[in-house]
Nanobody, 116 residues
């Protein structure tokens, strides 16, 4: 079955960096675009970044442009989110997502807390 497992979250100080990983299995990873979303307490889930199947095209929310980088390793079936210059407002649960032919799949998320 399809599985998406996020990792790499934790507590980080403002201005710090963190790299999230999402390990995928159960589908042909290399042919599907992937996305990272986040949900802060009391807020709706929002798109953070997305990447095409080959990794040649990326898209970012305005709030993270220039600070976050999405990438993927199709040999490892893993998508990454490198987060730099983190701000307290980046605190959220981060999820990866894939849209397959008939269904959308989400991971369980990883908590990122930006605080001093």
């Amino acid at each position: 079955q399809v599985q998406l497992v996020e990792s790499g979250g934790g507590l980080v100080q403002p201005g710090g960096s963190r790299r999230l990983s999402c390990a995928a299995s159960g589908f042909t990873f290399s042919i599907y675009p992937m996305s990272w979303y986040r949900q802060a307490p009391g807020k709706e889930r929002e798109l953070v970044a997305s990447i095409s199947s080959a990794g040649s095209r990326t898209n970012y929310a305005n709030s993270v442009k220039g600070r976050f980088t999405i990438s993927r390793d199709n040999d490892k079936s893993t998508v990454y989110l490198q987060m730099n210059s983190l701000k307290p407002e980046d605190t959220a649960v981060y999820y990866c997502k894939v849209d397959l032919s008939r269904n959308t799949y989400w991971g369980r998320g990883t908590q990122v807390t930006v605080s001093s």
